[in-house]
């Protein structure tokens, strides 16, 4: 079936994944994406926000966070992913990024 554009806004996609701790939540998606763009912003990330999607960029580096719901769980999980710059910046800011939200 398929999802009209204002669905698509209303819930977070659903994932099978696996995730740590520091990037899972029980809290509402909306204070998820609360969270982290508080935290984006206090660190001096850019970013636009469409949904439950935020797409992020700093000085040395561009990724994406994502909140989706873990199936058949009422927890919310980040996915993230690189789309430019080097991974070792990534990884260091994302570090830093983690460490300071409160989820």
Same mark, same amino acid.
């Given at each position: 079936?398929?999802?009209? *554009?204002?669905? #698509? &806004? =209303?819930? *977070?996609? =659903?994932? +099978?994944?696996?995730?740590? !701790?520091?990037? &899972?939540?029980? #809290? !509402?998606?909306?204070?998820?994406?609360?969270?982290i763009t508080r935290v984006?912003?206090?660190?001096?990330?850019? $970013?636009?926000?469409?949904? /439950?999607?935020? +797409?992020?960029?700093? *000085?040395?580096?561009? $990724?994406q966070i994502e909140v989706?719901?873990? +199936?058949?769980? =009422?927890?919310?999980?980040?996915?993230? +992913? %690189?789309?430019?710059?080097?991974?070792? !910046? /990534?990884?260091?800011?994302? %570090?830093?990024?983690?460490?300071?939200? #409160?989820?």
């Amino acid at each position: 079936s398929q999802t009209s *554009p204002t669905e #698509k &806004t =209303t819930a *977070p996609k =659903t994932t +099978k994944a696996i995730y740590g !701790a520091d990037t &899972t939540s029980t #809290k !509402a998606p909306g204070e998820i994406i609360a969270e982290i763009t508080r935290v984006l912003q206090e660190n001096g990330v850019k $970013f636009a926000q469409e949904g /439950y999607l935020l +797409k992020c960029t700093a *000085p040395q580096c561009s $990724f994406q966070i994502e909140v989706s719901r873990i +199936k058949d769980t =009422t927890m919310h999980a980040l996915e993230m +992913k %690189r789309s430019k710059g080097t991974s070792v !910046a /990534y990884q260091s800011l994302l %570090r830093t990024l983690i460490s300071q939200w #409160k989820l």
